[in-house]
């Protein structure tokens, strides 16, 4: 089946470290964008990507990196500047950058210790 | 002011209850409208989409105003498993960035 796969699904890391959460879809979907959720909150887009080898910066790009290398995978690295980095960190994606469904990833916990 | 914003909730309701959420955008470039579910600790599913006529899907009705810029949810008939966070979302298609923007949702919580 197709579908998003994220890694880890838990995770925790003390602070002053760079931690990269993985995405790999199979969905030979074009868009990828990476959104952050806190208890209580809606999404905030951190990083997209309409394309690869292309990415742009969302709302709440600062201490955050992401890269796309390949049409499959958008990893996203939480540095240690990000200041409030524990979250639930999801990834999606769409069929091309109009399309109006967004399919996510079952999501990542990150808890800073 | 937030682009989409929501009444939170919680809505706590019984079996059987009509209940019905609003929403409201701020951006009138906005063009397609949503509504998704999240249940606890889990991703967001698409519910349904939102046209401009209003649609139906089972006990699920949304509605749209442009004018007013606000959408609607109404749940018929609530069961126990309809217990989750809604949320609204909105796509616009006047920025390079064309990626959906999503509200805080509104919780609801069907007792029985």
């Given at each position: 089946?197709g579908?998003?796969?994220?890694?880890?699904?838990?995770?925790?890391?003390k602070?002053?470290?760079?931690?990269?959460?993985?995405?790999?879809?199979?969905?030979?979907?074009?868009?990828?964008?990476?959104?952050?959720?806190?208890?209580?909150?809606?999404?905030?887009?951190?990083?997209?990507?309409?394309?690869?080898?292309?990415?742009?910066?969302?709302?709440?790009?600062?201490?955050?990196?992401?890269?796309?290398?390949k049409?499959?995978?958008?990893?996203?690295?939480?540095?240690?500047?990000?200041?409030?980095?524990?979250?639930?960190?999801?990834?999606?994606?769409r069929?091309?950058?109009?399309?109006?469904?967004?399919?996510?990833?079952?999501?990542?916990r990150?808890?800073?210790? | 002011?937030?682009?989409?914003?929501?009444?939170p909730?919680?809505?706590?309701?019984?079996?059987?209850?009509?209940?019905?959420?609003?929403?409201?955008?701020?951006?009138?470039?906005?063009?397609?409208?949503?509504?998704?579910?999240?249940?606890?600790?889990?991703?967001?599913?698409?519910?349904?989409?939102?046209?401009?006529?209003?649609?139906e899907?089972?006990?699920?009705?949304?509605?749209?105003?442009?004018?007013?810029?606000y959408?609607?949810?109404?749940?018929?008939?609530?069961k126990?498993?309809?217990?989750?966070?809604?949320?609204?979302v909105?796509?616009?298609?006047?920025?390079?960035?064309?990626?959906?923007?999503f509200?805080?949702?509104?919780?609801?919580?069907?007792?029985?």
């Open positions: 089946d579908g998003i796969t994220q890694s880890p699904k838990y995770l925790f890391r602070e002053g470290q760079n931690v990269t959460l993985s995405c790999e879809q199979n969905l030979n979907h074009d868009a990828m964008y990476w959104y952050r959720q806190d208890p209580g909150q809606g999404l905030r887009l951190i990083y997209y990507s309409q394309i690869v080898n292309d990415f742009q910066k969302g709302d709440i790009a600062e201490g955050y990196s992401v890269s796309r290398e049409k499959e995978s958008f990893p996203l690295t939480v540095t240690s500047a990000q200041k409030n980095p524990t979250a639930f960190y999801l990834c999606a994606s069929d091309r950058p109009g399309a109006n469904v967004l399919t996510f990833g079952a999501g990542s990150l808890t800073v210790l | 002011r937030k682009e989409v914003e929501q009444d909730g919680p809505f706590n309701v019984p079996e059987g209850a009509t209940v019905a959420f609003n929403c409201t955008y701020s951006n009138s470039a906005s063009q397609s409208f949503f509504w998704y579910r999240q249940d606890c600790r889990k991703e967001p599913k698409l519910l349904m989409s939102v046209y401009s006529s209003g649609n899907d089972g006990r699920f009705t949304a509605q749209l105003n442009r004018a007013s810029q959408i609607s949810l109404l749940i018929r008939d609530s126990l498993s309809d217990s989750a966070t809604y949320l609204c909105v796509n616009r298609l006047d920025t390079g960035r064309r990626a959906l923007t509200g805080s949702g509104t919780r609801l919580q069907v007792q029985p």
